[in-house]
């Protein structure tokens, strides 16, 4: 429903002529900051999001409050969310900032897990902390942006007399695809591509994404249910883990994490 709403509200302001915001660079963004420079970091992710960990100095204003709130003439100001594959939400909120007096809004391109990819500094603190991996349902991945993202296969072959394994091809057409997250591959921004694991339900997206982590590569998201999601078609049934509603979550201690 979330989601849906901010489809619309993007629509609308688009459909009036009014204009989008532009794209920012994590390199641009860091030069800006290390320089100086006056520009305003805005964090449209959620509340508990923005506590855990974000990029400092910025401000937290959730999507869903973009086009309500009242804000002076900031000038310049730099938006991202979680860049996880978020993108109607992130381009409503974007877009209904852009429209405000005073304020000149770019986007930061691949979101916040693309400025912790280049290694950016963050307001995460040292210690221990509980395992948090990125999960995305079939419903959002149907509709998310096809550039810059990419699936990557970890399911393993049907035996034989089994069903056959869905294919990708046919589940989400035009879809860049890989056998393994080393194929490395540039998106159209220069962002590092959104790589999306699936797996055959036996944990080797999980396994995966720890490997990605301990390499520094944040912009993944997992396909909660994997390969049995995908021969439903996303019908309902069980689901590894619990994702929420939105288009992509971070779920503690998923079964078979490591705590």
Same mark, same amino acid.
């Given at each position: ?15 009036? #002529? ?10 641009? *963004?860091?030069?800006? *900051?290390? %320089? ?8 449209? =992710?959620?509340?508990? %999001? ?6 400092? #100095?910025?401000?937290?204003?959730? /999507? ?7 804000? !002076? ?10 860049? &996880? ?9 974007? $877009?209904?900032?852009?429209?405000? !007096? ?11 897990? %693309? ?10 603190? !040292?210690?221990? @902390? ?12 149907? $509709? ?10 970890? =399911?393993?072959? /049907? ?15 035009? =879809?860049?695809?890989? @056998? +393994?997250?080393?194929? @490395?591959?540039?998106? #159209?921004?220069?962002?590092?591509? *959104?790589?999306? *694991? ?13 490997? &990605? ?26 689901? =590894? ?7 992509? +979550? ?10």
């Amino acid at each position: 429903m979330r989601s849906a709403l901010f489809i619309l509200i993007g629509s609308a302001l688009l459909a009036v #002529g009014l204009p989008a915001a532009s794209g920012l660079s994590v390199a641009d *963004l860091q030069q800006q *900051l290390t %320089a100086g420079g006056k520009t305003t970091v805005i964090d449209i =992710r959620n509340p508990l %999001a923005y506590m855990q960990e974000h990029i400092p #100095g910025a401000i937290n204003i959730p /999507a869903i409050l973009c086009p309500r709130k009242n804000l !002076p003439r900031l000038g310049s100001v730099a938006v991202y969310g979680d860049g &996880l594959g978020n993108d109607a939400a992130e381009t409503a909120a974007a $877009t209904a900032l852009a429209q405000k !007096p005073g304020i000149n809004v770019e986007v930061l391109e691949g979101g916040f897990a %693309a400025w912790k990819s280049s290694q950016g500094m963050t307001t995460r603190g !040292p210690g221990f @902390k509980r395992e948090a991996l990125n999960y995305i349902t079939y419903a959002h991945l149907k $509709t998310a942006n096809a550039d810059g993202l990419i699936l990557v296969d970890l =399911r393993k072959p /049907a035996p034989a007399g089994a069903q056959a394994m869905t294919d990708l091809n046919v589940e989400f057409p035009g =879809r860049r695809q890989a @056998k +393994s997250a080393s194929e @490395k591959a540039k998106s #159209g921004s220069g962002a590092p591509p *959104l790589l999306v *694991l699936i797996d055959s339900g036996d944990g080797s997206a999980e396994a995966q994404a720890r490997l &990605l982590k301990a390499g520094g590569m944040h912009r993944y998201v997992i396909l909660a249910g994997g390969e049995m999601i995908l021969s439903r078609h996303g019908q309902g049934g069980l689901q =590894r883990g619990a994702p929420g509603t939105g288009l992509s +979550s971070q779920i503690p201690n998923p079964p078979g994490a490591v705590k």
